[in-house]
């Protein structure tokens, strides 16, 4: 199985990248930058000469379920792009309502991975702006009520939907969606579990 690793930033997965060469065999890596537009743009261009078997997009994420413990991996299923759609006065018109777009997809890996199926999947939305303002917490909230934000997400999303390659988004848990507050952050066993998780998975399907 080919399988191309997606990542924001080499810090999310640089326990991975330290693994021998020999360890990784049939495993692309692409680190695309931060955000939807650096990640839509990298990935188009890896697809325009390469083909995969998963895409397999991972990095840490906030949640906006306070059940989620920190530094839990979970499986984020289906992914939104929050912000795509039109303001009408205090109202917010997504992009599917107005027709112009699809703005949620689905995770489509249909592979026999027991990793995978055994963590707690997730609803996630992906956003220019992580959310900081408990007002815009409170209307994404009830709007689309999703348990994880990420900067990425969807846009992984909309490039294996449109290439026809199955998908998975697999996400550790750094922080609580609120105000900012850096100092309730659990970036380093965020990317520790992470990691773990992403080792054990492709031990499971190296080759």
């Avoid at 929050?82 to 109202?91: C, I, P, T, V």
């Avoid at 900067?151 to 996400?171: K, N």
């Avoid at 992470?194 to 399907?205: E, Q, S, V």
């Amino acid at each position: 199985m080919d399988i191309l690793v997606i990542a924001a930033t080499e810090m999310e997965i640089l326990p991975f990248l330290r693994l021998p060469g020999q360890r990784r065999r049939g495993i692309d890596v692409l680190v695309t930058g931060v955000g939807m537009v650096a990640t839509a743009f990298a990935l188009g261009q890896r697809l325009a000469t390469a083909r995969y078997d998963l895409l397999l997009n991972v990095g840490i994420a906030g949640s906006f379920d306070r059940s989620i413990t920190m530094g839990e991996v979970v499986n984020v299923y289906e992914d939104t792009f929050a912000e795509l759609g039109a303001e009408d006065g205090e109202h917010f018109i997504d992009i599917e309502t107005l027709a112009l777009a699809r703005g949620t997809f689905l995770g489509t890996a249909s592979i026999d991975a027991p990793i995978l199926e055994r963590l707690r999947k997730c609803k996630g939305i992906t956003v220019n702006s992580i959310h900081g303002n408990e007002a815009t917490i409170t209307d994404v909230v009830n709007r689309l009520n999703p348990q994880t934000e990420s900067m990425e997400g969807a846009a992984v999303f909309y490039a294996a939907q449109y290439s026809g390659i199955p998908v998975a988004q697999v996400r550790a848990i750094s922080n609580y969606v609120e105000r900012r507050n850096k100092a309730g952050w659990q970036i380093p066993l965020a990317v520790k579990n992470l990691n773990r998780w992403l080792i054990d998975f492709i031990d499971a399907h190296r080759g």
